[in-house]
DNA sequence: TGGATTCGCGTTTTT
DNA sequence: CGCGAATCCA
């Protein structure tokens, strides 16, 4: 449990210090006028409504410190919120920086889950938790989920847990609980179906003593709306004096309320944001949060930095041209004073994989014109495009980084890991239990798991203590009960190691003796060493907690992809990944209708949905500074078939002005094409590219393994391989090992 | 219970 | 096509 005070002095410590340096004065300078606006607007709601590279969390950090140096607060009076840790960790960064290298830590700086969950633990009791409560991943919901739809005999085909579990998901983040849903929340049956297993959720929850991330926020707002617990929310009236919040429009309706409740009585609110990057609709974002800005804060001063830092001018005017399209949105232009650089080059390919080829020989064209592969990106629409590329830079010798992909914590060893220590820490935990139950395979199987689920339903007991209970009975055959013992005398054993023990250490033991650690160290698939890896990584990062609680809180809301290795390679990401980003050269390829936009959020959002692609693409165009290149291709292989594509109407959505697209293979042109099925059949991506690989086919068939080839620019070579259509050739003059399906021909 | 086989489906992703 | 989940069968 947390001691609010205590935290309060610790973090107003070093500014009462008058030897520290606060903020310095100086930071001011450089800012524009609006910044400067924005910044020194002390009192009262402030939105401040900037574009992709205005400098946004650069503006609520200079606030922060002109705050702290202004004496208009101490340190813990101040709520900063962010939405990703990521996020979170820059701005403690940066505003320990201006504050001359001041701890930050303890201050309320943080995402919305991590604060919230800060202040329940403080608060459970008013909602029938004890502060220690276990907060579930997305993985116990649905389990959880399924529980109760086998307890009510609902069929599952139908209606499968996980979408139960999103609706109630998406209803929390709606600040809706059970009571609050009438028909306008209710759209069909399974909506209905959701909502009858909404309370019994709810109730199983509190009975394992535990908060799914929704609940974090929803119970929060629960307390301070409850006149009864009136006290709660006057305690943090008077604590926090500002209120500041990034990327506002990312902020759901549970994050709006929150806030608004915690902000209404000062109305020192300021929040940043850009309506036009808004591209989490789909997981309950409201852009209408920032557009409805003045009339929840009346009086708002509302500040728009339109002068980008960041781009070129062609680069800008690009994406100006393409989201100025939507109609849904507040409008700004953003302007540069910087010099109008290169245009944007647009090309159209033959396949997924010749689009990869191509973009690779840009960046190593670029590379050898000394631009450096840390300040590349490639950012793609979906994670399957990625692995032409990452086939394409492995074939190359490319140094490459994927960013994404599932987090560290959320891979099955580490929750597995994390199951046990949670039975040792709270062994009513009776999903960690489920999860680990017959990992490794113990013999204990679904019939097994039913009876003691029966058994702890009718005994209305936990799971861990059903099974003290039916080992006692004669009820279980011997083999079973022998093996249910034995686990539960190691969990025993482990429980009264856990004061005496090093959690790290004790987390080795329990990995080891469980059996679990074995049962990787033995399996031989390729992926088990990795496994095992990452388990010695866990236990290895324990060491710096101070308890098994502090750490299961820790992996549950603050750990992060852990991505410090800023080494010299290429980025391979998604455009979401790359919000706040920034590179010299970015590839942005798949730019083809029903990919990018992506035909289901067309589908499901209708035009909504296209907006929020466009906003995509505006991110992605918005991502560089200097360089540009957008591709689409006219063969894309979709869950195994191939499937032709046509351009993107985004790609028509490019001002002509700005962009300059490759003619010389007839691909594209620029001008003159209205319809946009036109560049498509006219000019002919297809049917030129078809040409070319025939002839690759034909030419390739004649060769054998060894025949020397010749290559325009890599000169004479020997074929080392075949695969299909597409030869790996070592090249003599430089040594190089190439794949090549094009322009080769015998010397 | 658990290995083997078929089935079905296929964005984006944070906490 | 390629993977995870559901289902089948020993």
Known sequence: MEDFDSLISLSESPHSDPSVPVANATYLEGLNAPQRIAVET?????????????????VLTTRLAHILQSGRAMP??????????????????????????QHVEGWWLGTFHALAARMLRVHADRVGLSSNFTILDSDDQVRLVKQLMDLQGIDQKKNPPKVVATKISSWKDKGLNPPDITGNDLGDEADRLALSLYRPYQERLIALNACDFGDLLLHMITIFKDPAHGDVLE?????????????????????????????????????????????????GAEV??????????????????????????????AANGVISHNDNRLGKELFTSANSGDKIIVRGLWDGGAEARWACEEMEALQSKGWRASQMAVLVRTSFQMREFEERFIQLGLPYRVIGGPRFYERMEIRDALAYL???????????LERIINKPKRGLGDSTLQTL?????????????????????????????????????DFERWKSLASSMAQSELAGLILDESGYLGMWQTDKAPDSPGRVENLKELTSSMEEFEGLQTFLEHIALVLDNQDSNNQESITLMTLHGAKGLEFDCVFLPGWEDGLFPSQRSMDENGLK?????????????TRARKKAFISFVGNRRMHGSWVNAIPSRFVDELPKAHIEANSEMGMYSAGGNQGRSSHWDSSGIGVQSRLVVEVERKTISGFSMGTRVFHEKFGYGKIIHIDGQKLDVAFEKSGQKRVMDSFVRQA
């Open 42 to 58: 002390i009192d009262g709601p402030v939105l401040v409504l900037a574009g992709a590279g205005t400098g946004k969390t650069r």
């Open 422 to 432: 949670r039975v040792v820490v709270q062994s009513s935990d009776d999903l960690a």
């Open 76 to 101: 813990g009076q101040i709520l900063s919120v962010t939405f990703t840790n990521k996020a979170a960790q820059e701005m403690r960064r940066r505003v320990s920086s201006i504050l001359g290298g």
């Open 288 to 317: 209408d949060n920032i557009l409805r800005f003045d009339q929840d804060f009346p009086g708002a001063t509302i500040v728009r930095l339109e002068e980008n830092y960041r781009s070129t001018e062609h680069i800008l005017a």
């Open 235 to 283: 305690d943090y009236h008077r604590r926090f004096k500002y209120i500041m919040v990034d990327e506002y429009q990312d902020t759901n309706v549970a994050q709006y309320l929150w806030l608004r409740l915690l902000a209404k009585k000062l109305n020192n609110i300021c929040c940043v944001g850009d309506d036009d990057q808004s591209i989490y609709g789909w997981r």
């Open 609 to 621: 949905g296209l907006e929020e692609e466009r906003r995509l693409a505006y991110v992605g165009i």
């Open 453 to 489: 689920y029966t058994h702890a339903r009718v005994k209305q007991i936990s799971l861990y203590v059903a099974i003290q209970d039916l080992c006692q009975t004669e009820e279980l055959k011997p083999k079973v009960r022998g093996t249910l013992m034995r686990l539960i005398d």
